[in-house]
């Protein structure tokens, strides 16, 4: 059982490898045919024209505005929603917003897509907005469902000591519960941020995909939307362009997950010392 515990183990670091050479084996040359700063710096994406263009920058700054849009929408909302479940809510009223909050967990991209069509572009436009709006939403269950777990996980030793040093149950909560708890809150973001990443149905549907320098009311294409869209069509340098994306969304999210891990070992250091 040693043996397949530890096969086991190895299962996720050997796809994770493999992705890892199947992307660089696919996506290598085809910068290397259209030049590495032509192609990240480059500020139009045409492959269909002659000659083609294959500039993803426009599309790189969608994918990081949005994410961010959604991370300052979804974030805030999510925490509060799990303070408020895991230390002020009614059992009774706790029955019936917990079973809604993995609900949206369950509902299927499209059909955000369709929500976001219907409500959210009506108001602000295919644009990034409606995007960071939607999938701040999306991201929710995740951010609410482990931030709540987290919190409950926390002695209630703290919580009684702090009041009894006469802190509000209020203080309590946000300077005691909360900084106890961050680790925990720091993955539900990371996971949420992974799921804010790598959306591409819902996304495709509210943001215009329009290949040009984002605005916050502008139409955008991020990263995934523009690999979901043109690899059904797409041969030759124009293929080889898309796996080229697929590297350059792989590496974002790598970039993404260790900067909020070296900040998760800071701040464990800091409480340390």
């Given at each position: 059982?040693?043996?397949?515990?530890?096969?086991?183990?190895?299962?996720?670091?050997?796809?994770?490898?493999?992705?890892?050479?199947?992307?660089?084996?696919?996506?290598?040359?085809?910068?290397?045919?259209?030049?590495?700063?032509?192609?990240?710096?480059?500020?139009?994406?045409?492959?269909?024209?002659?000659?083609?263009?294959?500039?993803?920058?426009?599309?790189?700054?969608?994918?990081?505005?949005?994410?961010?849009?959604?991370i300052?929408?979804?974030?805030?909302?999510?925490?509060?929603?799990?303070?408020?479940?895991?230390?002020?809510?009614?059992?009774?009223?706790?029955?019936?917003?917990?079973?809604?909050?993995?609900?949206?967990?369950?509902?299927?991209?499209?059909?955000?897509?369709f929500?976001?069509?219907?409500?959210?572009?009506?108001?602000?436009?295919?644009?990034?907005?409606?995007?960071?709006?939607?999938?701040?939403?999306?991201?929710?269950?995740?951010?609410?469902?482990?931030?709540?777990?987290?919190?409950?996980?926390?002695?209630?030793?703290?919580?009684?000591?702090?009041?009894?040093?006469?802190?509000?149950?209020?203080?309590?909560?946000?300077?005691?519960t909360?900084?106890a708890?961050?680790?925990?809150?720091?993955?539900?973001?990371?996971?949420?941020?992974?799921?804010?990443?790598?959306?591409?149905?819902?996304?495709?549907?509210?943001?215009?995909?329009?290949?040009?320098?984002?605005?916050?009311?502008?139409?955008?294409?991020?990263?995934?939307?523009?690999?979901?869209?043109?690899?059904?069509?797409?041969?030759?340098?124009?293929?080889?362009?898309?796996?080229?994306?697929g590297?350059?969304?792989?590496?974002?999210?790598?970039?993404?997950?260790?900067?909020?891990?070296?900040?998760?070992?800071?701040?464990v250091?800091?409480?340390?010392?």
């Amino acid at each position: 059982m040693s043996a397949v515990f530890f096969a086991s183990a190895l299962t996720s670091i050997l796809a994770v490898a493999l992705i890892c050479v199947f992307l660089l084996a696919n996506g290598i040359p085809a910068m290397g045919k259209i030049g590495v700063f032509d192609f990240l710096l480059g500020k139009e994406w045409s492959p269909v024209d002659i000659p083609p263009a294959f500039g993803i920058f426009p599309m790189i700054l969608g994918s990081i505005y949005v994410t961010a849009g959604a991370i300052l929408i979804g974030v805030p909302i999510g925490v509060l929603t799990a303070v408020f479940l895991a230390r002020s809510c009614p059992q009774k009223l706790y029955k019936a917003i917990r079973p809604g909050v993995e609900l949206l967990s369950g509902i299927p991209s499209v059909v955000y897509g369709f929500f976001g069509m219907a409500t959210v572009v009506s108001l602000f436009g295919n644009s990034i907005l409606s995007a960071c709006v939607l999938l701040g939403i999306m991201i929710l269950p995740t951010i609410v469902s482990v931030t709540e777990t987290s919190l409950r996980a926390v002695p209630q030793a703290y919580r009684e000591a702090s009041l009894a040093l006469g802190a509000t149950p209020t203080a309590t909560i946000f300077k005691v519960t909360i900084p106890a708890a961050k680790s925990g809150i720091l993955a539900g973001v990371i996971l949420g941020v992974g799921r804010a990443i790598g959306e591409t149905m819902a996304v495709v549907m509210v943001a215009g995909n329009v290949a040009n320098m984002p605005s916050l009311l502008g139409t955008v294409r991020l990263l995934t939307t523009g690999i979901a869209m043109e690899m059904s069509y797409a041969s030759g340098l124009h293929r080889e362009a898309l796996f080229a994306i697929g590297l350059i969304l792989f590496i974002f999210i790598m970039i993404v997950n260790i900067s909020f891990t070296i900040i998760s070992k800071q701040g464990v250091q800091m409480d340390e010392k």
